[in-house]
């Protein structure tokens, strides 16, 4: 049998200790042995304990995984409680592959015998998870608090976990009970969370009148909208009573309450968008546009004219992409707008729709929302209808577009591809969006000049510089200044000062005024009014 090579030292080390072993044996010594005094004695223990750990070690050079698992066993169970320490040790120093599993099984040895040292080494070692999932398993109530006193030690939530299945069992309700009693940590609320979702898929009634009564900040926290947002999937039109049970409530929440409905009534559509509809209608606002745009949008999914018709019918915008921030909350609710979602679903049936609009101002929003959306499907579909646009309106086209460029993460493929596009605010806007995207994850605004070199024209030399200066702003504003008065157009090198001098003049006044003093060139009102910028809150 071929012995691995990190085994012959070790091996060697205890070969040695071995011979020092009388022939008597380890457990047993002679009476005349005995009489040779301490020294003698102390010798004989030392080369017992170090026979008891070679037989650990040399368990792992059997053949076959259960042949070597009842070596470990046998071996491991004749330590003595003074070995303990020293086989961890020693078992500390193995290959990744021998070393976690000997240490959780010297450790549970260890536990047998001496718990409190063992639990001493462990708190010692908290990167050790599987010995902490033995302590767990031997003393759970210890670890609980152990875990609350240290929350963020590796694999506190799986720990937790073990420690609360030995106290009371493997069901998700009894395991939530528990957790729940417990005060609030990283892991116990991970592991909380984590019982609430599975008691949710067994009851979601049950689990919704469970968080009613316990979660103080019902209203506002991730877990009803876990809850109820599963319930709807299993049973929409129960967990749309139980939205209703609580409507007071929930228009003081904020993006999660709009996310409960919106996933209420999209699951609602499942069975009947009529009935959706009819749901999300009877709702108070801000909840009833949450409702119905998740309806109607999920309509447009499968009968995109159809849902578009509605909306005209029912003065319903479909071009709204977000709520705006209210009295009653902060937040935006981010849901796509029906006409996208229509635009998706058919793109030339939606665009002829628009067309035969007769309000220009409302008609030119759609068409705008519906070629952002297929920025990502049919760019040369896109580029047909961008004349039908003001420019403005291009110009954000043109930024959707570089989003969703599908080049390579280097720029070498981005001129032939921006040439597809109209010259001008779009292909610039475009030009510029993918460039900063590239710079993003870079630790330095590096390359600026070969990125330049790759496009002809001035216009578009402007949207690399542009970008560069935007990207060194924050941490480099001396080099995005330079970048920005490189830039030909008097109107975009203009903006793209104003965005970087008063900033830089606030967090470096120093700096930043020892550069402008370097700039005779720069007309004095500009640099009042980038001072007078960096004084105000």
């Not at 949450?290 to 999914?301: M, N, S, T």
Request: proline share 7%; charged share 20%.
């Amino acid at each position: 049998m071929k012995i691995p090579r990190f085994l012959l030292p070790l091996g060697l080390s205890f070969a040695l200790g071995a011979l020092c072993v009388p022939k008597y044996g380890v457990d047993r010594l002679p009476e005349e042995a005995s009489l040779k005094g301490g020294a003698n004695r102390g010798a004989a223990s030392t080369a017992a304990r170090d026979t008891r750990i070679s037989r650990v070690l040399s368990a792992l050079l059997e053949p076959g995984h259960l042949k070597q698992q009842h070596a470990l066993f046998l071996a491991i169970g004749d330590l003595n409680p003074e070995d303990l320490g020293e086989m961890m040790a020693r078992a500390n120093t193995l290959p990744p592959r021998f070393r976690r599993e000997v240490l959780g099984l010297v450790f549970e040895r260890w536990f047998e015998l001496n718990p409190d040292a063992a639990g001493g080494w462990a708190r010692q070692h908290s990167n050790e998870t599987r010995c902490w999932e033995v302590w767990a398993r031997r003393s759970p109530k210890i670890i609980i608090e152990e875990i609350h006193r240290r929350p963020w030690i590796p694999s506190a939530q799986q720990i937790l976990k073990t420690a609360i299945s030995g106290l009371v069992g493997s069901g998700s309700k009894e395991q939530m009970l528990a957790v729940a009693a417990l005060p609030s940590n990283h892991a116990r609320d991970g592991f909380f969370n984590e019982k609430l979702s599975e008691w949710t898929a067994e009851d979601p009634a049950a689990a919704f009148a469970f968080i009613q009564r316990s979660d103080a900040d019902l209203f506002r926290s991730d877990r009803l909208h876990s809850v109820l947002s599963a319930w709807a999937q299993k049973d929409p039109v129960k967990a749309a009573e139980a939205i209703d049970s609580i409507l007071p409530q929930l228009t003081k929440g904020g993006w999660h309450t709009l996310s409960i409905v919106a996933g209420a009534a999209e699951a609602l559509a499942e069975q009947g968008v009529a009935l959706a509809l009819d749901w999300a209608a009877r709702l108070p606002f801000p909840l009833q546009e949450a409702g119905l745009r998740a309806a109607a949008g999920h309509w447009a999914e499968t009968d995109p004219i159809a849902a578009l018709d509605w909306c005209l019918e029912n003065r319903f915008d479909a071009a709204r992409t977000n709520l705006e921030p209210t009295s009653y909350s902060g937040w935006n609710f981010p849901t796509k707008p029906v006409i996208a979602v229509a635009a998706k679903a058919d793109a030339e049936g939606t665009l002829r729709w628009i067309e035969s609009l007769s309000r220009d101002t409302y008609r030119e929003a759609l068409l705008e929302c519906a070629l952002t959306e297929l920025c990502e499907h049919d760019v040369p579909l896109v580029i047909a209808h961008l004349n039908k646009l003001p420019a403005d309106s291009q110009e954000r086209i043109g930024f959707a577009l570089g989003v969703n460029y599908f080049g390579p993460t280097e720029l070498g493929a981005l001129p032939s591809w921006s040439q597809r596009l109209p010259a001008g605010p779009v292909r610039n806007a475009a030009i510029e969006t993918v460039v900063t995207l590239w710079l993003i994850g870079k630790p330095a605004p590096e390359g600026m000049g070969v990125v330049v070199d790759l496009f002809p024209a001035a216009s578009e030399h402007d949207a690399v510089l542009s970008a560069f200066s935007s990207f060194a702003a924050a941490d480099h504003p001396d080099i995005a200044a330079e970048y920005a008065l490189a830039i030909s157009d008097p109107v975009i090198r203009r903006d793209v000062l104003d965005s970087t001098l008063p900033q830089w003049l606030r967090w470096h006044p120093d700096e930043a005024q020892m550069w402008l003093n370097k700039m005779p060139g720069l007309p004095p009102a500009w640099k009042a009014a980038w001072i007078a910028e960096s004084r105000t809150d």
